[in-house]
Antibody, heavy 129, light 108 residues
Framework: QVQLQESGPGLVKPSQTLSLTCTVS??????????WSWIRQPAGKGLEWIGR???????NYNPSLKSRVTISVDTSKNQFSLKLSSVTAADTAVYYC?????????????????????WGQGTLVTVSS | DIQMTQSPSSLSASVGDRVTITCRAS??????LNWYQQKPGKAPKLLIY???SLQSGVPSRFSGSGSGTDFTLTISSLQPEDFATYYC??????????FGPGTKVDIK
């Protein structure tokens, strides 16, 4: 079964760029019509979707973070990555990667569903000097 | 953008109780609503997708219903391992994902 594992620095300085990688095991990142997402959760708070990527390189981002986010994929390594620039203390959170099942029911206007399964265990990133 | 609310924000219940959690969308999202369970220090786990479809491996005491703007997650007989926080999630356009604020279920 597919498993995901986040990796990257646990401490990032303010104004710098947060970089995380998610390694997919137990299956190819390119198999099936799956997207791959990043989601974060500040301590004691709810979940915030950051964005997703398809193995073709197509991306969708949360509008509130779009100006600072880049998600990329490396199919040869079975990995996808997150870069979040100009971080502040507000970006301190546990960051999760997840397989993103997207079902488009109608194209115009676009509608459908998506759900996340499975998830990585999460990695805490603290933004502090 | 579609906003999600959940009620209650927290509840206390006993083992064996029937528990119902409500999720409401600010506009109709058809049946495109999913539910997750999160235990402390763990990643969320998918319970229900498309409003009422039980994810493989999830106990049958969990069920989901609803369509349009109002949805419910029901636990028919609460078990000790069910004490957790539950989140609903939608992505009606499939281009932008939002989660509800969560409902914490703890022991009475």
């Amino acid at each position: 079964q597919v498993q995901l594992q986040e990796s990257g620095p646990g401490l990032v300085k303010p104004s710098q760029t947060l970089s995380l990688t998610c390694t997919v095991s137990g299956g190819s990142i390119s198999s099936g019509s799956y997207y791959w997402s990043w989601i974060r959760q500040p301590a004691g708070k709810g979940l915030e979707w950051i964005g997703r990527i398809y193995t073709s390189g197509s991306t969708n981002y949360n509008p509130s973070l779009k100006s600072r986010v880049t998600i990329s994929v490396d199919t040869s390594k079975n990995q996808f990555s997150l870069k979040l620039s100009s971080v502040t203390a507000a970006d301190t959170a546990v960051y999760y990667c997840a397989r993103d099942i997207v079902v488009v029911v109608a194209a115009t206007p676009r509608s459908g569903n998506n759900w996340f399964d499975p998830w990585g265990q999460g990695t805490l990133v603290t933004v502090s000097s | 953008d579609i906003q999600m609310t959940q009620s209650p924000s927290s509840l206390s219940a006993s083992v064996g109780d029937r528990v119902t959690i409500t999720c409401r969308a600010s506009q109709s999202i058809s049946s495109y609503l999913n539910w997750y369970q999160q235990k402390p220090g763990k990643a969320p786990k998918l319970l229900i997708y498309a409003a009422s479809s039980l994810q493989s491996g999830v106990p049958s005491r969990f069920s989901g219903s609803g369509s349009g703007t109002d949805f419910t997650l029901t636990i028919s007989s609460l078990q000790p391992e069910d004490f957790a926080t539950y989140y609903c999630q939608q992505s009606y356009s499939t281009l932008w994902v939002t989660f509800g604020p969560g409902t914490k279920v703890d022991i009475k």
